[in-house]
């Protein structure tokens, strides 16, 4: 761990990076369900996850490697789309999009 502290401190260090194979450390990370990397790639500023590493999480046992990445691409969305979620800047929160439709369904049929 501590060879990925010291290449993060760098301010060169592009934590994306592939490897010739297309795999990013947090991807590695996450396959080998190492969550003490992970905590380390997911607290560097340029770290990128995504809902696909959060797919692949969750088809392995660790419940702190899905929260983790859940948590990073929550924050991340939060911050990209002004201070909202991905999804409330789409007009639907958590469980709302299907109520919303059956609202408009509802709305269309008065």
Partial sequence: MEVIKTLLKHPET??????????????????????????LLLQHPKTRSNRGLLRTAQLGDSEKIQELLADHIERVEFESYGGRSLESSRGFGKGEHRDQRSREGENEES
């Fill in 14 to 39: 592009d934590s994306n990076l592939s490897d010739k194979y297309g795999y990013s450390p947090l991807s590695v990370a996450v396959g080998n369900e190492n969550e003490e990397a992970m905590e």
